[in-house]
């Protein structure tokens, strides 16, 4: 058998993300399917097969599934960086700066080159596209969508990934454990300080439309949930046994599900009293962090039911893929997905008179859009990513 995180000699096997820590892929996945029904529940009521009510609150109402890409993301990447004793000098942050280049920008580059030749542009969209392709689509300019809307996460990542070195020489310049994990709780905190200060001098009254557009995607307004990954990344290294001595403890379990499940209850329903702007500010990447942490250090630290679950080998393979599956999917389901749906279901009413419930019609939809986005993935972790990343360990070997 051919290692997680190996090229393999076939051609065509896949190349695993690495499997440190299994249950994480499977949180990954849940993720994934999270973030692609949300848009299939978009794209229905964007062209009206869907009205808001009920079911689509409840479907949008899962958004933090990306909060929760970020957390991982923080948490993965400050484990890699972190696992190594030595001071991070300039050759270990330029080897993880080309080695991350290798993986992430390619297939986002050959996405974005693809749907531009496609079109149809609008006339900003081609003035702005050169923002696009420097990682700028979180601050693009409101006069038109962008080619790839939802590349705005993808951004707010590519800029944590230029800084992430720089913070973690900066926490080797502290002489204890206790001094970076305090250095990273103020940091965390200061990202929280001012997403609620921005919203509360430039925001006050705002739409959730306009805080959408003007808060939630902008890196700067974002970094606390990223950094809050790295603080589970640090404790965990540094504290690791400890954690898993007390996480064996079945009342600190209950304990912290019980905390993880008062959390996801205030994320699917915020108190109405909380003002919706401040409510905002505070949910996006605040409460999102305080669920995160003591969950991702559970299912880490515990290999329970849940965990073993989370942890199955078909999860390492999707979340392999889910990288591409972020970038294909929202163009699979408003191009090919809907539009099937629509043609499929009026063929049924037109020739036999059927007409398909709502719910059946959305369930098809999101399956075809996974595997649609999953076929897609993989012919682009096959074509573009697996030889950029044999290139990558030629060039720069190592991690990262």
């Avoid at 949008?60 to 696992?83: K, Q």
């Avoid at 700067?220 to 400890?242: K, N, T």
């Amino acid at each position: 058998m051919v290692p997680p995180g190996s090229s393999g000699a076939s051609p065509w096997r896949l190349h695993l993300l690495a499997n440190h820590h299994p249950a994480l892929h499977g949180l990954r996945v849940l993720a994934i399917f999270a973030v692609v029904q949300l848009h299939v529940s978009v794209a229905f009521e964007r062209t009206g097969l869907l009205r808001r009510g009920a079911f689509y609150d409840r479907s949008i109402s899962v958004w933090f599934a990306m909060d929760l890409f970020f957390f991982l993301s923080g948490f993965l990447i400050g484990t890699m960086l972190l696992r190594d004793e030595t001071t991070l000098d300039a050759r270990r942050a330029v080897r993880f700066w080309v080695r991350r280049a290798f993986r992430i920008v390619p297939p986002y580059l050959v996405v974005l080159t693809a749907l531009a030749c496609i079109g149809p542009l609008s006339a900003a969209q081609r003035g702005n596209l050169w923002r696009e392709y420097a990682y700028l689509t979180n601050y693009f300019p409101q006069r038109g969508p962008p080619v790839m809307v939802w590349a705005w996460s993808l951004c707010v990542e590519e800029h944590f990934y230029l800084l992430v070195p720089l913070l973690v020489a900066a926490l080797g310049l502290l002489a204890s454990s206790r001094a970076r994990a305090v250095a990273l709780v103020l940091l965390w905190c200061s990202g929280l300080a001012l997403r609620v200060g921005d919203v509360a001098l430039f925001h006050p009254g705002a739409s959730f439309g306009e805080l959408f557009f003007q808060v939630y995607p902008r890196t700067h307004l974002r970094y606390d949930i990223l950094v809050a990954g790295v603080l589970a990344a640090h404790l965990q290294h540094r504290h690791g046994a400890d954690i898993a001595a007390v996480m064996r403890r079945p009342g600190v379990r209950v304990a912290v599900i019980a905390f993880v499940a008062g959390c996801f209850a205030l994320l699917l329903s915020p108190p109405a009293a909380i003002p919706e702007p401040l409510r905002w500010s505070l949910w996006w990447s605040g409460l999102t962090s305080v669920c995160f942490l003591p969950l991702v250090l559970l299912v880490v630290n515990h290999r329970g039911a849940v965990g073993r679950a989370l942890g199955h080998r078909s999860f390492l393979v999707v979340a392999t893929l889910g990288y591409g599956v972020y970038l294909v999917h929202p163009a699979v389901i408003d191009r090919v997905v809907v539009p099937a749906v629509i043609a499929g279901a009026t063929v049924l009413w037109t020739s036999r008179g059927v007409l398909l419930p709502f719910g059946v019609l959305w369930t098809v939809a999101v399956a075809l859009a996974m595997a649609g986005s999953l076929g897609l993935a993989a012919l682009l972790h096959l074509l573009v990513e697996k030889p950029s990343l044999a290139l990558r360990d030629r060039l720069a070997p190592g991690s990262g």
